[in-house]
């Protein structure tokens, strides 16, 4: 029965939709027309379109009053959606490094600040606890511990840092002993001090020439020796020269050294060739002072005083074979940037104030401050500064309280 119903009641629904809004009569004869029942469900109706036929479309389902035909409704218009801009990034502006000051001793203990090789320390020479001789001690560049005691004599390490070589005077020889082993080498030399090549297997001396020596005040008569460093191959190379030290080139085959001959003459910068012996003076200067290798072995530095035309004084750079002389603005203390591009120079102060480190383009010989005198006041001593392997700090004694400070001047 209730089925027929249903039924009935969609055939009502089909002709009315098709009556296009207009009211019928039904004949006399025709029975009355059926109530819509409705028909509760339990399935939840599906939801219509929100559109104002398709909501007027429900109404009439729900209570059966005949649709009035309207026109198609047009669409709305398409919504762009636009999104906003990213805020622009914000510039990030990086601050200059600030120069800082460490002090690693304290009550003017020390000598001749050095840096070991790895960077990380640095050494220097000292009076040793219940002996009579120096000793050579090392502390953390980084002031994080105390100094202690890195070998119990004065001490050279290799710049490769793989050995370290001692005088022993009581037997009158230079011992070498390579860390990490427990065999040394010894050198009858006197106890000379000894300068290492960069790879540290050959090592180099001054030994005085036989005879008179000429007074105090000037360079003594010495003959070049070289060895390798397990003692081997001892040899005398070059003339007799009057110099004091010497440093060697990166191949290991040749030294540089400022000096003149046994008689006082022909002074200036010399190449000796330790395979042939061959001496080559590369620079013709009455007093050259502090010449210095750059790392790389292919540029000199070196200083230049008492010349009779006063323009030839000052500080000069050239290359390794005396070539493409040019001469610096400043005057000072000078070392060699790692890299060999460029210098470090503590200049002279006219007024005998605080120091300030400044950096000197080696090609173009531009000039660039790296400490300010106000913001950060020091004084070196006596020129006895180094600096790092990593080209970042200095180490140096203190005018001031004759102690060892290192000043970072980069990252």
Known sequence: MRSARFLSLIALLLLVACSNGTTHTAPPSSPPPIQPIIIPSTIAPSPLPVTPRAHAAAQDAATATPLIATDTPTPPAATTITAAPSPPSPTVTAQPFAPTLTQLTNGGCCRNPGWHPDSTRVLYTDAAPNQTLAATWAVPADASGPPTVFFPSAATVSPDGSRIAFPDFANHVTRIQEFGKQSTATIGNNAAYVWFSQDGRQVAWLALAPGAQPSSNVDRLVRVWVANADGANVRQRGPTVRAADVTWFPDGQRLLFTGRDTDGGNPGIYVLDITTGALTRIINAFSPRAARLSP?????????????????????????????????????????????????????????????????????LGTTPLTDRAALPFRVAQDEWQVAPDGTRIVFNALTDSNIYVLRFSL
């Open 296 to 364: 790389d072995g292919t540029q000199i530095v070196y200083l230049a005083t008492l010349e009779a035309n006063p323009d030839d004084n000052g500080l000069f750079i050239v290359n390794a074979d005396g070539s493409a002389k040019r001469k610096l603005q400043l005057v000072g203390g000078v070392r060699w940037s790692p890299d060999s591009k460029g210098l470090l120079m503590l200049p002279f102060q006219t007024d005998n104030g605080a120091d300030q480190l400044v950096r000197i383009d080696a090609t173009t």
